[in-house]
């Protein structure tokens, strides 16, 4: 019965990837198919009522037009890049979701994408403070409308006349808006208990992502064996991954300890840039604390190991710290990369170079679609700031919505305003709903025989190392794929549900992972999560049920 | 560092507009100067220098920040109407959610209902279209696709001098090859194939050309290319298989008797399949400019045709690792594509705001061109659309040694005395590019007109005592 289950299952995948586009095929499978290109008999019946069908004729005429970008002559760094959140498996979802838009059916209802931290997509809040005091901005004549309370238009007035013409659609200054700036510096200093921020180190940014890959491109450099070597740990957030493969510069690979609650560990650092020494000039070392997608909040000892490391091997810091207001396990803390360097004394705070990364998208905001971000760069050899600054100007400014937005973030109402009641009513259920999910997951499918997940100390994912039986690891190696990604398809196909494999985010080498988001509302995540029990126990008795 | 960095240049944020800002600042904390006030006409941004926004557009955009306003019976249906169609289409109903890193579905239909209203018909498929970042965000992408090779196979990129510093600033950055083709002067900046041609053929000694890159109406130069023109750059495309960007941020200001837009899809289109199913195009489009003037947004849109399909999927691929562009500059971009139409509610106050942004900038492209062209060694082509006037000045032999014994270009040189003595802040030319040998500076018609006048009578006054002076 299981091998008829799993031929089923195969004709299944093979089924699903005959329904796949072309394109998405080639992506799932990172091998052209047969299936792909125009089949004469197809074309035969064709009017050539569009130019573009008489060009399709013509090549399979002989009379090929060579197109001047192809992928022959396309950029081959553009073409290395690969980004999992929204890679081909996210591709197939919406793939999904059209069919069953357009009344097809499946062994479900509704595709879950639990793929990407973006919690507004997922039903939670925005805060209403800050969407008041952008709409404010973006409205002003709503300054007379009573229905605003005072401490909401204060600040809307404060934003506006640090805009040119007093509006949001004027061009900022490229590092960002003036006051805003400054408000950041204060938030920086009090969350990190006086130690001094200088509002001209601050940049804002179109999310965080575009900081991270500006200081990237500054930082790219050298040739062959001096060619910039960047650290970054392993499983990362593939944006870093997808940089590096852009500016051509080379991935070094420190590996987290799993077993270690994804902790890292300094003799991995020390392991990974000496073997790195040998093809390339590691000169940058990124963390992301708390971490995506491992969740895991790093201790204070171990930043301090970090940055004694880089401060010895000469590395610049990037310090990706956008959930630094989601940590949910009550032994955590977040340490900010800046407040330890600080603590470190005068020859670390005085020497190491740092870019440290926030956002608007993450925290209890979720303010994913405002772009807004700000980095503040400590050390930067003053020349190179000004090639920063140089850089910035080219694409004007970050959108003046995500600025605002980020001023509410770093300027929120204080106990003694009007609007801090209902703020941190708002703030407080948003990360309390959070921190439930996150022990829930935990909970949940650490209960799954074959799934074994390490603690959701922060940030909004989990990551679960699952098992998956020799069987499928072969037949996923024949169809060409990773086995994390044949295991997320069939999750997809017989569950509606969307995760990202763990070779999107790299792994140890024999290991597998999903990641999946602890953002969708509290019952829908149970939901999820029995089916993805369920999923995984009879993917695992199927698989193991075959000679 | 990154080496191709360093050989970034940005003149219109560049050191004189620093050295302005220092200005400004010195100003505020009371040191004396020759004027009040710094008038900062360097940059193409409307509402700095006093354009209001469009009421409707921001009132969609409020509704759209914070839904519970559409309980407020002080906005007009169609605009709540707008909100809701905008906020379905996001994930969650909220545009603070990630949109898909093509942009929202509805508004890239909306804009290719846009396109094809605007094109006579001409079909525009929503697959086609990609909302940007600003119109450079959807610049910079494309361009970072077609540069490849290396030595005498690196790609070369074709751009008109003079351009919009953005092209020679990425071209830097990605190390690609700028291949420049000059405008004509003395023909008000129109563009010359015999000239492409001849860049062309110049540039293939070391490089391989694959793009040319247009800007219509042009930037800094303000001329609208005739539609004859266009056609002969088509036909010139495809003959040397060039892929074609049409940077059409400025399709709307067109203030010119005797001048229109024509939109390089729609010429491209009317040529006939021979041309419309060959050349790969990319056109772009920004919320920044036209009558709209929303810069601080960023938003934008660009339309690609032809594209090879596996390629496509490539740009879907590079643009996902940003996510998307801002959901606001989103909704307002779908807003200047589906605007109010007559008898709905807002119709009349958009027209007559939109009206009132249009011939101001009109009637302020002439009184500049007037104006400047009143004074001896200043020289000032028609602004025939865009938002600059790029007009040509003598400068005396003197002025222009001190210059380089300074190592400043002497436009840089005549810039900087102007900043001082008056206040007034503008754009070398050499930050534009120009033939050797001539001089000029852009400046924006974007200050009220009151205040256009007194500035352009007092570089009339610097203008004449700077000839004096290094006479």
Request: proline fraction near 6%.
């Amino acid at each position: 019965m299981y091998r008829l289950q799993s031929l089923a299952a195969r004709s299944l995948i093979a089924g699903a990837l005959d329904q796949c586009s072309p394109l998405t095929l080639t992506s799932l499978t990172g091998v052209r198919h047969k299936s792909q290109g125009p089949s004469v008999e197809k074309y035969g019946q064709m009017r050539f009522i569009t130019a573009e069908a008489k060009v399709a004729a013509e090549r399979l005429n002989g009379k090929i037009r060579e197109k001047t970008l192809t992928m022959e002559t396309l950029n081959p760094q553009v073409k290395a890049v690969e980004y999992a959140v929204r890679g081909p498996i996210v591709i197939k979802a919406g793939e999904i979701e059209r069919y069953l838009e357009e009344g097809g059916t499946k062994p479900f209802s509704e595709v879950i994408k639990a793929n990407i931290g973006d919690a507004h997509a997922m039903g939670q809040q925005p805060i209403t403070f800050l969407r008041q005091v952008v709409a404010l901005c973006t409205f002003p004549e709503l300054m007379d409308s009573p229905s605003f309370p005072e401490d909401v238009k204060w600040r809307a007035r404060r934003i506006l006349q640090g805009c040119g013409g007093h509006s949001l659609g004027s061009y900022s200054a490229s590092p960002g808006v003036e006051c805003i700036r400054k408000d950041i510096a204060s938030y920086i200093e009090q969350r990190d208990e006086g130690v001094p921020a200088d509002w001209e180190n601050i940049y804002l940014t179109t999310g965080a992502s575009d900081g991270i890959m500006t200081i990237l491109r500054l930082l790219v450099s050298g040739k062959d064996s001096s060619r910039t070597g960047v650290m970054i740990p392993i499983p990362q957030y593939p944006l870093y991954s997808a940089a590096i493969s852009e500016m051509d510069a080379v991935q070094v690979n420190y590996y987290l300890d799993e077993d270690n609650c994804w902790a890292l560990d300094i003799n991995e650092l020390h392991r990974a840039y000496q073997a790195a020494k040998q093809r390339c000039q590691p000169r940058v070392i990124c963390i992301i604390n708390p971490g995506n997608p491992t969740g895991q909040v790093q201790s204070k000892k171990c930043i301090e190991e970090v940055l004694h490391f880089a401060y010895e091997e000469n590395l610049f810091v990037m310090s990706d710290e956008v959930y630094q207001d989601n940590v949910y396990a009550p032994d955590c803390q977040f340490h900010s990369f800046k407040k330890v360097l600080y603590e470190m004394g005068p020859e670390y705070f005085n020497s190491v170079e740092l870019a440290s990364f926030h956002s608007t998208s993450k925290g209890y905001t979720g303010e994913c679609g405002f772009r807004g971000g700000y980095m503040e760069v400590i050390n930067m050899d003053p020349e190179v700031k000004a090639q920063l600054v140089k850089l910035l100007s080219v694409r004007l400014c970050p959108p003046l919505a995500g600025q605002a937005a980020m001023d509410v973030i770093v300027n929120p109402p204080q106990p003694d305003e009007l609007s801090f009641k209902q703020f941190h009513q708002e703030k407080s259920s948003v990360l309390g709903a959070l921190a439930e999910k996150a022990k829930l997951t935990e909970q949940i499918l650490n209960a799954v025989p074959g799934i074994k997940c390490n603690p959701v100390q922060g940030a909004m994912y989990a990551f679960p190392q699952i098992f998956i039986p020799p069987k499928a690891v072969e037949e996923a190696k024949a169809l060409g794929m990773q086995p994390d990604m044949l295991y997320c398809l069939r999750l997809l196909e017989e569950t509606g549900i969307c995760v990202v494999p763990g070779s999107g985010f790299g792994q140890k080498d024999g290991t597998y992972h999903f990641r999946m988001t602890i953002l969708p509302s509290t019952e829908k995540l149970k939901v999820l999560l029995g089916k993805v029990r369920d999923f995984h126990i009879s993917f695992l008795k199927e698989y193991s049920a075959l000679e | 560092m990154n080496a191709n960095v360093k050989k970034v240049d940005y003149a219109v944020r560049g050191p004189i507009v620093q050295r302005a800002v220092q200005i400004e600042k010195e100003l505020k904390e009371g040191v004396k100067k020759p004027f009040e006030e710094v008038i900062k006409a360097n940059i193409g941004d409307a509402h700095a220098m006093g354009q209001r926004p469009i009421t409707f557009f921001r009132q969609v955009m409020a509704l759209c920040t914070y839904p519970e306003l559409l309980d407020d019976n002080k906005f007009p249906e169609d605009a709540k109407n707008r909100a809701r169609r905008i906020l379905q289409s996001c994930g969650g109903n909220s545009i603070g959610a990630y949109t898909t890193s093509q942009g929202i579905d509805c508004v890239r239909h909306d804009v290719a209902n846009y396109i094809q209203r605007r094109d006579g018909g001409i079909p525009s498929d929503p697959d086609n279209i990609y909302l940007t970042t600003g119109a450079s965000d959807g610049i910079v992408t494309i361009l970072k696709l077609l540069t490849a090779g290396e030595g005498r196979t690196r790609t070369g990129v074709m751009i008109s001098i003079p351009q919009y510093p953005l092209y020679s600033a990425s071209i830097a950055e990605l190390g690609a090859v700028q291949v420049s083709y000059y405008l004509n002067e003395e023909k008000c900046w129109s563009l010359d194939i015999s000239e492409l041609q001849r860049a062309l053929q110049a540039a293939r000694e070391h490089c391989n050309p694959r793009v040319l890159c247009i800007i219509n109406p042009g930037n800094p130069t303000g001329q609208v290319q005739s539609r004859q023109c266009i056609e002969d750059v088509i036909r010139f495309a495809a003959k040397e298989n060039l892929f074609l960007m049409a940077d059409e941020v400025y399709q709307d200001n067109v203030y010119a008797e005797g001048c229109k837009f024509h939109s390089f899809k729609k010429v491209l289109f009317e040529m006939g399949p021979e041309y419309s199913s060959k050349v790969e195009l990319a056109s772009f489009h920004s919320t920044s400019k036209c009558y709209m003037g929303e810069c601080g947004f960023r938003g934008g849109y660009m339309e690609v045709i032809n594209m090879d399909a596996d390629v496509k999927a490539q740009l879907t691929k590079l643009v996902s690792v940003r996510l998307c562009p801002p959901a606001p500059g989103q909704a307002l971009m779908d807003l200047v594509v589906n605007s109010p139409q007559p008898g709905e509610p807002s119709y009349q106050t958009f027209m007559k705001e939109r009206t009132a942004v249009l011939s101001a900038l009109a009637e302020k492209a002439k009184l500049t061109e007037e104006i400047l062209n009143t004074v001896p060694g200043i020289s000032c082509n028609p602004v025939q659309g865009a938002m600059y006037s790029f007009p040509r000045i003598t400068l005396p032999e003197r002025a222009i040694n001190e210059a380089k014994a300074k190592g400043q270009a002497p436009d840089m040189f005549y810039c900087m005395k102007l900043l001082e003595e008056t206040g007034i802040c503008l754009v070398p030319g050499s930050g534009f590019g120009q033939r050797e040998g001539t001089y000029h500076f852009r400046m924006t018609i974007l200050p009220p007109t009151d205040k256009l006048k007194i500035m352009l009578n007092k570089l009339k006054e610097f203008h004449q005592k700077f000839t004096q002076q290094y006479s």
